[in-house]
């Protein structure tokens, strides 16, 4: 694999796994931090609301960044055939 076509991989496979993990991030509440507003707080993870509401978009969006990063720099290092059945199974398994 030349190093343009690696760019591409990661930049496809970071795409894609960034808009996935948000979802499911949002779906089932998984903030990587919780900032309060109103007190001016950061929490690590999930952490009620306090005074006033808490906002977990931040770290949903953070958490959403590491797992794309993750996977994007694993799809672009290893080998091309291996990436292309793991992309073949996850869409098999979608459709389940």
């Known amino acids: ?3 343009s076509s690696k760019v591409a991989v990661f930049t496809i496979v ?3 796994a960034y808009a ?3 979802v499911i991030c949002t779906e089932i509440n998984l903030p990587l931090v919780t900032y309060h507003p109103a007190i001016g707080e950061v929490d690590v993870l999930w952490a ?3 005074r006033g509401p808490a906002m977990y978009w931040y770290g949903w969006m953070l958490t959403s960044l590491i797992g794309a990063l993750a996977l994007a720099w694993l799809a672009s290092v290893v080998l091309e055939q291996w990436t292309q ?3 073949f199974l996850g869409c098999v398994r979608a459709i389940d």
């Open 1 to 3: 694999m030349t190093a």
């Open 14 to 16: 970071f795409a894609v």
């Open 20 to 22: 996935v993990l948000y």
């Open 48 to 50: 009620p609301a306090r």
């Open 85 to 87: 059945r793991a992309i």
